[in-house]
């Protein structure tokens, strides 16, 4: 923790010592971890690659033997767990889907654990891909969770004395803290910290913001596009805030550009998932995605499975490196992303350049094919006062159009957004305009997608 200097003090576990400090327990575990992690990232892309398939046959080894269903999937294929010990090899194991997880239920669990793995618990993803799956986690597995979000705020420089505000779909009442709750203040003297539910109002969520004035704001992209916009329209300063931090949704080069000129502060992103935790954090040099490689190996892959190149789009196949109750191996995740290229910061670590989101944002062709939607928006506001948008494509030949507009959209107005946005789509769709008086609705997870396919194909 070669920062710890500058973002704050560490605190000792032992009465009547404070300096030097000395951690006992899960925060000297924890803080031994992050310190094997601040080594790590700077070995070469070849040796990191070569450990990780060191650890994925261990892993192997052990699931073979625990797990039913993963002895199955590698009897299938015709593999040991040593044929994983090369990327080759792996590529040879055929993907896990979510359904595939859903129809095996318990027998894709490990029957055994490690001692030193435990306890287990249990986690339910949120459903947004319409397929929700069960997974269990290991006492390892949030060790790397904790430690990897350590990672992020080292990297980003966040002062942990200051005041943080989270914003989550999983806070149920606002509440506040004198800490920033584990895993800062396992290891820090950390400021004061809120949780505010993501279903809050939004004029009540900026008076508690206002109110608390943070220097690290926890937020969701469709949450920090409203409150950026709300801010920018009423000239609402928060002069304390440095770092805001996005998850959990893809997020726009041009909210990013937004949101960092209204707060006058860095948007910071991570890409994880509640079954696998931290995937990707982004460099605050070059603003890359580097890829939690010790915790995880990840596979960009083309429509016919072979590992995309250098700027070319392809789905995300995950491989769990640590999780010895649930063998999530080669886990088809349904997100898509570019890959990236070596990062000028000197980071080992492997990269992603955008994190694109689901098929379910791929738009359906009338021939049958997928495509990035191009919809336009950098122009709306040359027809029209639009201050967020919304596609659902609802079958083959109709998009429903979901607008908010300062003002209300005239006729003519209407005319010329429909021919820019059919122009820049690529075809004359049957749009439908629907609008909102402030703000579009998020889904059901609190979470909200720019553009969300709802067609099937023939």
């Not at 300063?237 to 000129?261: K, V």
């Not at 707060?263 to 079954?275: G, L, R």
């Not at 190996?297 to 392809?314: A, N, P, T």
């Amino acid at each position: 923790m070669s920062d710890k200097r500058t973002l704050g003090r560490i605190k000792s576990d032992i009465d009547a010592i404070d300096w030097p400090p000395i951690l006992t327990g899960n925060a000297a575990i924890l803080a031994a971890l992050i310190h094997q992690l601040d080594e790590t990232q700077w070995v070469s892309p070849e040796e990191i690659r070569a450990r990780q398939h060191e650890q994925l046959v261990i892993l192997a080894r052990h699931c073979v033997r625990q797990s039913r269903q993963f002895r199955g999937r590698m009897d299938r294929a015709g593999l040991k767990p040593d044929d994983l010990g090369s990327a080759s090899g792996l590529a040879k194991l055929p993907v896990l889907g979510r359904r595939d997880i859903q129809a095996a239920r318990d027998d894709l669990f490990c029957a055994q654990i490690p001692t030193s793995h435990q306890p287990i618990n249990q986690t339910r993803t949120s459903g947004s891909t319409g397929e929700p799956v069960v997974v269990r986690r290991t006492a390892i597995s949030n060790l790397f969770w904790s430690a990897l979000a350590m990672r992020d705020h080292l990297w980003h420089g966040r002062e942990f004395g200051r005041r943080l505000v989270a914003v989550r779909a999983t806070i149920r009442k606002v509440d506040r803290r004198d800490d920033w709750g584990p895993p800062a203040n396992l290891i820090f003297r950390t400021g004061p910290s809120l949780g505010v539910p993501s279903g809050l109002e939004l004029g009540e969520m900026l008076e508690l913001l206002l109110n608390f004035q943070p220097d690290n704001l926890l937020i969701y992209p469709n949450l920090l596009e409203a409150l950026t916009r709300r801010c920018r329209e009423r000239q609402i300063r928060l002069p304390n805030l440095r770092h805001l931090r996005t998850t959990g949704e893809t997020l726009s080069p041009r909210l990013r550009e937004e949101a960092a000129a209204c707060f006058n502060a860095a948007v910071e992103d991570t890409y994880s998932s509640q079954e696998l935790g931290y995937l990707a954090v982004q460099c605050p040099r070059s603003g890359l995605y580097h890829i939690m490689a010790e915790s995880v190996i990840v596979e960009v892959l083309d429509g016919g499975g072979r590992q995309c190149r250098e700027g070319e789009i392809g789905r995300l196949v995950v491989t769990d490196l640590h999780n010895f109750a649930t063998p999530l191996i080669r886990y088809d995740i349904a997100d898509y992303a570019e890959v990236g290229g070596p990062c000028p910061c000197g980071r080992g670590l492997p990269t992603l350049a955008r994190i694109l989101g689901r098929q379910r944002n791929l738009m359906l062709m009338p021939d049958g094919t997928r495509q990035w939607p191009r919809t336009g928006f950098g122009e709306f506001r040359k027809f029209a006062p639009i201050q967020q948008y919304q596609f659902i494509q609802l079958d083959q030949a109709t998009v429903e159009v979901r607008l908010v507009s300062e003002t209300p959209v005239s006729s003519e107005q209407e005319a010329a957004l429909r021919a820019h946005i059919q122009k820049s789509l690529g075809h004359p769709f049957d749009l439908r305009f629907v609008y909102f008086p402030e703000r579009i609705p998020p889904g059901a997870n609190g979470k909200f997608e720019d553009f969300l396919c709802r067609a099937e194909a023939p």
